[in-house]
């Protein structure tokens, strides 16, 4: 479906659920929303959700980021039906219990988290000029140490430092982005908080954790993103990491910018951009 001027076109990964699916919802009166998501299902769900708000505009493409072929064939089907992308949300994330290694050869997480977000952004980069990227990170990134290049599966394999490595990876991404797409593509990380959702449902110390005073609603957690998607220019620095609509600096690992550059070089290796 063609965009219109009048309404930005906003694709929004990891929409099926959480704080994406919150986000559409809310942006729906006022953005032509893209939704993707894994679960056809729950995508569904969501679609009927953001056309009751008053998305009559919006789509859903199932895509699993756990296969780099479906990113791609992703970004294609985007390239062709949308003149202009005004807004990449790139929300899609998972905590993996176990090791897993993905049909690319590379650790889920990091691919899930990272390199797919990495890999549709860079090919939908000349639909992005004059737009935004916008993406989820998390406080946890402050435990993470990720290393350029070094994504595959560990022999020794630690749920959470992988997701702190992925996230840290995200703030990395976005300093680099705006470095190389600035000021054409405007770029943000933020911190949704801990929020009351699906994620992480298969630990039980994290479903009870998520009783306790401090976890938020996804439409609560989903407020930076929207203001994110929808704020003037102006009102926030590209390449900024932002947490309830302020912006923080981020761990001195996820600030080095000569550690953002090398990931941006091997990641595009790695996903076939060069």
């Known amino acids: 479906m063609p965009s219109t001027p009048s309404r930005p076109v906003t694709v929004i990964t990891g929409a099926s659920a959480g704080i994406g699916r919150a986000a559409a919802v809310e942006l729906a009166p006022r953005a032509e929303i893209v939704l993707v998501g894994r ?3 729950r995508l569904d769900d ?21 296969d780099l072929a479906a990113v ?7 390239h062709a039906t949308y003149e202009r992308v005004d807004v990449l949300a790139c929300n899609a994330g998972v905590l993996v219990p176990k090791a897993t290694t993905t049909t690319d050869g590379f650790e889920l997480t990091v691919q899930v988290n990272h390199l797919a977000g990495f890999l549709l ?46 996230k840290q990876a995200n703030i990395l991404f976005t300093r680099e982005a705006a470095r190389r797409w600035g000021p ?15 994620f992480g449902d298969d630990n039980p110390f ?59 070089e091997s990641g595009a290796k790695a996903v076939g951009l060069r």
Not at 184 to 198: K, Q
Request: net charge positive; aromatic share 10%.
């Open 39 to 41: 679960d056809p299902e």
């Open 46 to 66: 969501a679609l009927a959700a953001v056309v009751a708000a008053g998305g009559h505009d919006a789509a859903a493409y199932r895509c699993d980021f756990a």
């Open 72 to 78: 791609r064939d992703l970004a294609a089907v985007l």
């Open 121 to 166: 952004a860079n090919l939908l980069r000349d639909r992005l000029t004059g737009g935004r990227v916008i993406t989820t990170s998390s406080g946890a990134h402050i435990g993470g140490r990720i290393e350029p290049g070094a994504f595959g599966t560990p022999a020794k394999y630690r749920r959470w430092k992988a997701y702190a490595d992925s």
């Open 184 to 198: 054409e593509v405007l770029t943000a990380a933020f911190h949704p908080g801990a929020v009351r959702s699906r």
């Open 206 to 264: 994290f479903r009870l954790a998520k009783r306790l005073p401090g976890f938020v609603s996804p439409e609560t957690g989903a407020k930076t993103l929207v203001w994110l998607a929808t704020a003037a220019p102006g009102d926030f620095t590209s390449g900024g990491y932002y947490v309830r609509g302020k912006r923080h600096a981020p761990s001195a690992a996820a600030s080095d910018d000569e550690v953002a550059h090398e990931l941006w």
